[in-house]
């Protein structure tokens, strides 16, 4: 008997709004994370963050769901475009 360990692999990730569980900043996936297909996500300082900006990422690593996801901005259904 075999068993596939991560079915998710080989899948497109899912384009989702995601928010750190820890300290509520959102999540952006950049660079290579854009086209990697990965479940877990890293709360980390983006080029975005400022001195001012309190939402400077936390260091939290986490897994939002089952599946491969991407994390953007807004989400863009094709009947929205």
């Given at each position: 008997?075999?068993?596939?360990?991560?079915?998710?692999?080989?899948?497109?990730p899912?384009?989702?709004?995601?928010?750190?569980?820890?300290?509520?900043k959102?999540?952006?996936?950049?660079?290579?994370?854009?086209?990697?297909?990965h479940?877990?996500?890293?709360?980390?300082?983006?080029?975005?963050?400022?001195?001012e900006?309190p939402?400077?990422g936390?260091?939290?690593?986490w897994?939002?769901?089952?599946?491969?996801?991407?994390?953007?901005?807004?989400?863009?259904r094709?009947?929205?475009?």
């Amino acid at each position: 008997m075999s068993i596939e360990l991560e079915p998710w692999r080989g899948v497109a990730p899912v384009d989702v709004v995601i928010y750190c569980p820890k300290c509520g900043k959102q999540h952006l996936d950049q660079g290579e994370f854009l086209t990697r297909v990965h479940r877990k996500h890293l709360c980390e300082h983006t080029p975005e963050d400022s001195p001012e900006n309190p939402k400077t990422g936390c260091g939290h690593l986490w897994v939002p769901f089952e599946y491969a996801t991407r994390g953007v901005l807004e989400v863009i259904r094709p009947e929205d475009s």
